[in-house]
């Protein structure tokens, strides 16, 4: 089984349906998952430049990261370089920074372009297993310790603020959109992560699907489908 850090951190939450995991994980490309805008990957990738660019220029994070202290060094990483191969299972996944302290230990930031809305994000939980799914990797990697984790918002601006705005970012082709960082320091806990993973390869290693949770959504959904193709078939 081959897993993101990302994908792991779903087993964390309140909602997570076992049969869906199981059944997503066998069978690929089902018709009512979306894919992911591709826009929002376009922000991840040109924040992420931006970083790293201003850091080999200036030998610094940009003065609205300072909160997350000194680099070294920003270590770039590669998909066939970061992963860990557990038994049977993969786990995945790269971080949009990491880096080495002047102490030598390393931190992990991911970045988010959402508003962050505090510890009863629902999402939260699944960035909380990815960022430690990054540590899990980065310290089976050898490079140890990884002290501290960092989840980063870029929040765009509020509608109250944007009369303020417009003067300075409505250029003649076209407008920017500015965007304040909101950090947030996410606890180190690798034991999480090596329980989520248990737990993942014990439902993927199932003969059959278990029995989902009530409610679940896309449980509904796939049962119309099957009832639709049924009725198609007599």
């Given at each position: 089984?081959?897993?993101?850090?990302?994908?792991?951190?779903?087993?964390?939450?309140?909602?997570?349906?076992?049969?869906?995991?199981?059944?997503?994980?066998?069978?690929?490309?089902?018709?009512?998952?979306?894919?992911?805008?591709?826009?929002?990957?376009?922000?991840?990738?040109?924040?992420?430049?931006?970083?790293?660019?201003?850091?080999q220029?200036?030998?610094?994070?940009?003065?609205?990261?300072?909160?997350?202290?000194?680099?070294?060094?920003?270590?770039s990483?590669?998909p066939?370089?970061f992963?860990?191969?557990k038994?049977?299972?993969?786990?995945?996944?790269?971080?949009?920074?990491?880096?080495?302290?002047?102490?030598?230990?390393?931190?992990?930031?991911?970045?988010?372009?959402?508003?962050?809305?505090g510890?009863?994000?629902?999402l939260?939980?699944?960035?909380?297993?990815?960022?430690?799914?990054?540590?899990?990797?980065?310290?089976?990697?050898?490079?140890?310790?990884?002290?501290?984790?960092y989840l980063?918002?870029?929040?765009?601006?509020?509608?109250?603020?944007?009369?303020?705005?417009?003067?300075g970012?409505?250029?003649?082709?076209?407008?920017?959109?500015?965007?304040?960082?909101?950090?947030?320091?996410?606890?180190?806990?690798?034991?999480?992560?090596?329980?989520?993973?248990?737990?993942?390869?014990?439902?993927?290693?199932?003969?059959?699907?278990?029995?989902?949770i009530?409610?679940?959504?896309?449980?509904?959904?796939?049962?119309v489908?099957?009832?639709?193709?049924?009725?198609?078939?007599?």
């Amino acid at each position: 089984m081959q897993i993101s850090a990302k994908d792991l951190g779903w087993l964390a939450t309140n909602n997570f349906c076992p049969r869906c995991f199981w059944i997503k994980r066998h069978v690929k490309n089902l018709p009512y998952q979306l894919g992911f805008p591709g826009i929002f990957s376009s922000i991840d990738s040109y924040t992420k430049n931006i970083v790293e660019r201003y850091f080999q220029k200036n030998k610094e994070l940009p003065k609205w990261l300072s909160e997350v202290g000194e680099v070294k060094k920003i270590i770039s990483i590669t998909p066939s370089q970061f992963k860990l191969v557990k038994g049977d299972t993969m786990l995945s996944g790269i971080p949009d920074l990491f880096f080495q302290r002047p102490d030598n230990s390393f931190c992990i930031v991911d970045y988010k372009t959402a508003r962050y809305t505090g510890n009863q994000d629902q999402l939260m939980p699944i960035y909380k297993v990815q960022l430690n799914g990054y540590a899990y990797i980065a310290e089976s990697l050898g490079d140890k310790p990884v002290n501290d984790l960092y989840l980063i918002y870029f929040e765009p601006p509020n509608k109250d603020v944007y009369e303020q705005i417009i003067d300075g970012h409505t250029k003649y082709d076209g407008f920017e959109m500015p965007f304040k960082p909101k950090i947030h320091k996410i606890k180190k806990d690798i034991k999480e992560v090596e329980r989520l993973l248990e737990s993942a390869e014990e439902i993927y290693s199932k003969e059959k699907a278990p029995k989902g949770i009530d409610g679940c959504k896309d449980c509904e959904r796939l049962e119309v489908l099957i009832r639709t193709i049924e009725k198609q078939s007599d």
